[in-house]
């Protein structure tokens, strides 16, 4: 487990990199399009909810032998398919009214709800264009190669939603961008609001996996969408702060992609020991629950001090303004142990008392714990880098 997944753990580093310095680099998008950082972390964290899912229930279904790790028709391929895009059609009209909400709430400026909906909405097509068929290439290919996918899927899934997310986004405000007729825009957005709405019909009157799926998922994605736009209007408050030190701002995809990697790969892996009996679903952890903790607080120790490095070396090669080594090493790991030390018990009790209720914690646990480490990290985070930077 230490090797896989920390291998997939580096790679995903990468990607989030690559996610951290867009993000970085996106200060002129971000003072053109005010509110766009509210939606920012929900967006990201949608597609790391609906595919990472995707991924842990291919997995379950592979441990269990229901599904051949051949790319070979099926329904219950089929069905998770069509569920996903679905749902990415649904969480994104919901992400974007929630947004705008937050925005009013908190009279932070920002752009319409229908520029809102129409972003969120491309972005959504256009990384799920993407997102599918690698999804199901790193599941079933990585069992197939005999690595389990517990290990390896979700959290490289996780990264590449948070690698093509941000570009996703950009293109999708370009899209917007050539829609400049307000009457075009209007007829766009009631069409996509229609589709959703047959969507989600469609995705309950089919019966079998899919309605199970959208019917669990639906509920418990809504909750994860309001901790992801929570999350963004952390970093929103903070925008100031995050704008005058770019480090920190390309940190913030690192730091909040890790923490929900970690989180992801032990939901998936106590998902997939309940449903094959390896452990019970009592709220006093067990012997093997226990050295699945004991794993990722070792990975935690390791990670976290290596993407404070990354987000520093980055900015310096960019000639981007830097916190320096030692300030931004410290706010990571200090972040990290603190918010993985509170995640590792949530995501234990997610998982039991879903299972013990008759759901299926594939559904359930990746979606909620990986929303609430990205609402968690980003206030975490930026509690102890303003804590840091004061002392600074």
Excluded at 66 to 81: A, D, M, T, V
Excluded at 106 to 133: C, H, K, N, Q, Y
Excluded at 291 to 318: D, H, K, M, Q, T
Aim: proline residues 4%.
């Amino acid at each position: 487990m230490l090797g896989e997944a920390f291998t997939a753990l580096l790679i995903c580093a990468i990607g989030d990199l690559f996610a951290g310095i867009i993000l970085g680099n996106m200060t002129d998008f971000l003072t053109a399009f005010p509110g766009l950082l509210v939606i920012i972390p929900g967006a990201i964290g949608m597609r790391g909810n609906i595919f990472g899912a995707l991924g842990s229930r291919l997995a379950t279904n592979l441990h269990i032998g229901l599904l051949s790790p051949e790319f070979k028709r099926s329904k219950i391929l089929s069905e998770n398919i069509l569920s996903s895009l679905i749902l990415t059609i649904i969480l994104s009209i919901f992400l974007a009214f929630l947004a705008k909400g937050i925005c009013i709430l908190f009279r932070f400026e920002s752009i319409s709800l229908i520029d809102f909906t129409l972003i969120s909405i491309f972005a959504g097509i256009i990384s799920s264009v993407i997102m599918l068929p690698l999804t199901m290439l790193i599941s079933l290919k990585s069992f197939e190669n005999g690595w389990d996918p517990d290990n390896i899927s979700t959290p490289i899934i996780a990264a590449f939603g948070d690698l093509f997310t941000l570009p996703a986004i950009i293109l999708a405000i370009i899209s917007v961008s050539f829609l400049s007729s307000v009457i075009l825009k209007n007829v766009v957005f009631i069409f996509v609001i229609f589709i959703a709405i047959l969507g989600f019909i469609y995705g309950i009157k089919a019966g079998g996996e899919m309605k199970k799926i959208i019917k669990q998922s639906t509920p418990v994605l809504l909750i994860c969408s309001f901790l992801g736009v929570t999350a963004g209007s952390f970093l929103n408050n903070s925008i100031n702060t995050l704008l005058k030190n770019p480090s920190l701002l390309t940190l913030v995809p690192l730091f909040s992609g890790e923490s929900g990697n970690l989180v992801s790969i032990l939901g998936a892996r106590l998902s997939s020991s309940l449903h094959a009996g390896l452990i019970n679903p009592v709220l006093k952890p067990e012997k093997v629950t226990i050295r699945n903790f004991s794993i990722i607080i070792f990975l935690v120790i390791i990670i976290y001090p290596i993407i404070g490095f990354l987000a520093e070396l980055s900015s310096r090669l960019l000639n981007m303004p830097g916190l320096s080594f030692l300030p931004i090493i410290s706010i990571s790991t200090i972040s990290g142990i603190i918010l993985i030390s509170i995640m590792l018990f949530i995501v234990y009790l997610i998982s039991s008392v879903s299972y013990k209720n008759g759901l299926d914690p594939d559904n359930i646990v990746i979606p909620i714990s990986t929303s609430l480490t990205d609402s968690l990290s980003s206030l975490t985070l930026i509690s102890i880098s303003i804590m840091i930077l004061s002392l600074l």
